[in-house]
């Protein structure tokens, strides 16, 4: 059974770096040609919105907006892919969750970002 | 960043049907697959309906999916008091190329 589990700092300055690492369990990365590895954040009280993907072999694609502060990166072999986000500002604050597609169908657990100082 | 319009809540009796329409355009659900997810309260999201009407493993035939033109739709028969959840529509973007979702409805079970 395929698990994703995310880590990171809950607590974030304005102005610094969000990182989150989201570790996959249950199968390989390198081996999922046909998937790809995705972020979604949700503030809180609001919907979904998605961060951006990345391949097994490293390709990327983000939400316009966020494209200039965001980078998502693969480690096959930690089995990982992680997530920054530069320059925060409280609208930055979401639940950020970690999810394999297409189609959408394991996801993590979700973990709280704030940014506050 | 929600492109996909949906409408806030509905509601219905146990037992009885709802359906959630997700209303978008040519760029995103007119030329796109629509995926469909449940949160539960304090949840993380979970797929119910992809490439517009398939189920994943496990998932009930309660809930149905379907698609024409620019709008999709979610159904929910037998409605149970533990269906009651935020359902979001979801669908790839040419214009934006980006995933987008549904503003978000609330299913309450009267």
């Known amino acids: 059974q395929l698990q994703l589990q995310e880590s990171g700092p809950g607590l974030v300055k304005p102005s610094e770096t969000l990182s989150l690492t989201c570790a996959v369990s249950g199968a390989s990365i390198s081996s999922s040609s046909g998937y790809y590895w995705g972020w979604i954040r949700q503030p809180p009280g609001k919907g979904l919105e998605w961060v951006g993907s990345i391949s097994h072999s490293g390709s990327t694609y983000y939400y316009p907006s966020l494209k200039s502060r965001v980078t998502i990166s693969v480690d096959t072999s930690q089995n990982q892919f992680s997530l920054e986000v530069k320059y925060v500002t409280a609208a930055d604050t979401a639940v950020y969750y970690c999810?394999?597609?297409?189609?959408?169908?394991?996801w993590s657990q979700g973990t709280l970002v704030t940014v506050s100082s | 960043q929600s492109v996909l319009t949906q409408p806030p809540s509905v509601s219905a009796a146990a037992g009885q049907k709802v359906t959630i329409s997700c209303s978008g355009s040519?760029?995103?659900?007119?030329?796109?697959?629509v995926s469909w997810f449940q949160q539960l309260p304090g949840t993380a999201p979970k797929l119910l309906i992809y490439e517009n009407n398939k189920r994943p493993s496990g998932i009930p035939d309660r809930f149905s999916g379907s698609k024409s033109g620019t709008s999709a739709t979610l159904g929910i028969a037998g409605l149970q008091t533990g269906d009651e959840a935020d359902y979001y529509c979801?669908?790839?973007?040419?214009?934006?190329?980006?995933?987008?979702f549904g503003t978000g409805t609330e299913v309450t079970v009267l």
């Open positions: 040519g760029s995103n659900i007119g030329n796109n697959y």
């Open positions: 979801g669908a790839w973007d040419n214009s934006l190329s980006a995933h987008v």
């Open positions: 999810a394999r597609h297409d189609p959408w169908d394991y």
